[in-house]
């Protein structure tokens, strides 16, 4: 899903209130106050508007996005403590601490949501391997950082609470840096985050880092308070953090992550290359530095790569039959839930998902619309022609209703020449009727059985929940009522317009 009209506004007054910031850094630099003010609503409003966002969303996605609009509150609450020394002038040991805390707590939680999400879609064994997976990457990329990097630049400070400082401070992007990572990982895995919700979640890491690294570099090393000038830059990654939840919205149109092939680099990533390209690259670092390219470690390299390259093949081995049994139950689900003759889903699939869609219906307020219909003269055509053309017609039928699951629909087959569509979200009553319409002309359209022209049409019944109906048993009623009363006119369609008006004045009697 492409950013709409609405989210490039949000991201256009983003980018206002990040050069609102610019600005007052530039021309009121001794306004601290509002300066630390400034960078504080961001991370709250963002966490407030992702717990908002979440609730249209699956239980798994609301979950994870929650999640992290507890890490975005962990910000805000870290910038608040930080704030604190400003606007009160007291500046203790005690309050830095807890202001660290706060936003390891932030990151924390954070990788804490992508565990949680790659946990729902492959299961608690490779959730749990994902969350070694992030572990040994934070440590490999903070021990290369701190040797090979961060240590050369420091070795001429001789303050040891400076050193102390600016490694406490390199945690943070380094870190940063392995989350952007696990964020692809997550996304080219499961396919679980869309494409422009993992683009923003990395866009909002990667400005965090560029902040980061500006700060360590000018306030740490340099000595120049700059502070002010990077709010912005922090500001900036909450926000495309933010409008990453607005992306994360599920498309009906395709099958749900469970019922998706995993990508293919994904899984070269967490199967093959991780943890064993960071195990044989910290290995040879290892031996560069401390022992050399000698015959003993020679010899203990080659084993090691060699136990590599064994481990690999196990993983190859055990992703093949992981993936053929993945397969062999979708084939059983497939199964249980599809009409033998048709290939539509059956009536238990149809009871199912019209129970969990009235349960979402009724928290977010939305409407569930159900067509109910059958061909009319069927007997007739199973007495004159067989009941094998009986089927024929029954699988054409299903064919031309097939077509309409392109629109985010759920079609079913409840058995004999009864078919079902459900729509959810449902729109407007005339909506609902222009899709009555385009069914009956669709399915009125001649069929040829086995050398025989035979024309039929269908009888259609619409009914709205709740407007028509309590509960699902009696939508289903309602719409089979309304189907008999087309009948009864030999009309194409009715639409259960006199339940509507039941209701009405019986919750007007109530009132």
């Known amino acids: 899903m492409s950013p709409t009209p609405a989210d490039h506004l949000w991201i256009r007054l983003a980018m206002m209130y990040a050069f609102i910031q610019i600005m007052i850094a530039l021309w009121m630099p001794d306004a601290l106050s509002l300066q630390r003010v400034l960078v504080i609503i961001p991370p709250a409003a963002a966490s407030v508007y992702l717990m908002r966002i979440s609730r249209r969303y699956e239980v798994h996605l609301r979950r994870f996005w929650f999640i992290v609009s507890l890490g975005l509150m962990g910000d805000a609450a870290a910038r608040i403590i930080h704030a604190c020394h400003v606007w009160f002038g007291k500046d203790s040991a005690f309050s830095t601490v807890l202001t660290h805390l706060f936003w390891g707590l932030e990151l924390i939680l954070f990788a804490s949501s992508l565990i949680y999400l790659f946990r729902h879609v492959q299961g608690s064994f490779r959730g749990l391997r994902f969350m070694l997976d992030i572990v040994i990457v934070g440590i490999t990329v903070m021990t290369v950082g701190r040797e090979y990097f961060i240590k050369p630049e420091l070795e001429d400070?001789?303050?040891?609470?400076?050193?102390?400082?600016?490694?406490?401070?390199?945690?943070?992007?380094?870190c940063a840096m392995v989350l952007i990572f696990f964020t692809l990982v997550l996304y080219f895995n499961?396919?679980?985050?869309r494409k422009w919700s993992a683009i923003l979640l990395c866009l909002g890491g990667s400005t965090y880092i560029a902040?980061?690294?500006?700060?360590?570099?000018?306030?740490?090393?340099?000595?120049?308070?700059?502070?002010?000038?990077?709010y912005p830059l922090y500001s900036l990654s909450v926000f495309f953090i933010s409008f990453a939840g607005g992306q994360s919205a599920p498309d009906s149109r395709k099958p749900s992550v469970g019922e998706r092939e995993p990508r293919s680099v994904g899984n070269l990533i967490v199967r093959y290359l991780l943890p064993y390209s960071v195990l044989g690259g910290m290995f040879a670092l290892m031996v560069q530095r401390f022992g050399g390219w000698?015959?003993?470690?020679?010899?203990?390299?080659?084993?090691?790569?060699?136990?590599?390259?064994?481990?690999?093949?196990?993983?190859?081995?055990?992703?093949?039959?992981?993936?053929?049994?993945?397969?062999?139950?979708m084939q059983s689900e497939s199964l249980a839930h599809r009409d033998d003759l048709t290939?539509?889903?059956?009536?238990?699939?149809?009871?199912?998902?019209?129970?969990?869609?009235?349960?979402?219906?009724?928290?977010t307020g939305s409407r569930v619309g159900l067509l109910y219909m059958d061909m009319n003269r069927f007997k007739r055509v199973n007495d004159r022609y067989g009941h094998r053309a009986g089927d024929l017609l029954i699988r054409k039928v299903a064919d031309r209703l097939q077509s309409l699951e392109s629109k985010g629909v759920l079609v079913s087959r409840l058995g004999g020449d009864e078919f079902t569509v459900m729509i959810h979200p449902a729109g407007e009553d005339q909506e609902l009727i222009w899709m009555a319409e385009e069914i009956w002309t669709m399915l009125s359209e001649p069929y040829e059985l086995e050398g025989h022209e035979v024309r039929t049409t269908p009888s259609i019944g619409i009914a709205v929940y709740p407007d028509h109906a309590r509960n699902d048993q009696e939508l289903i009623g309602r719409a089979d009522a309304a189907m008999?009363?087309?009948?009864?006119?030999?009309?194409?369609?009715?639409?259960?317009?006199?339940?509507?008006?039941?209701?009405?004045?019986?919750?007007?009697?109530v009132e």
């Open 190 to 193: 499961t396919g679980q985050l």
């Open 343 to 363: 290939g539509l889903y059956n009536r238990r699939y149809f009871n199912a998902r019209l129970s969990s869609s009235l349960k979402e219906a009724d928290r």
């Open 157 to 174: 400070l001789a303050h040891e609470a400076v050193w102390g400082n600016i490694w406490v401070d390199m945690l943070y992007p380094l």
């Open 211 to 230: 902040g980061d690294v500006l700060y360590i570099y000018l306030v740490d090393l340099m000595g120049i308070e700059a502070r002010p000038y990077l």
């Open 294 to 329: 000698n015959g003993l470690f020679t010899g203990l390299s080659l084993c090691v790569i060699l136990i590599l390259f064994r481990q690999i093949l196990i993983q190859f081995e055990n992703g093949r039959l992981f993936d053929r049994l993945h397969e062999s139950l």
């Open 484 to 509: 008999y009363a087309a009948k009864e006119r030999n009309a194409p369609w009715h639409f259960d317009v006199e339940r509507t008006m039941l209701l009405q004045l019986l919750d007007q009697k």
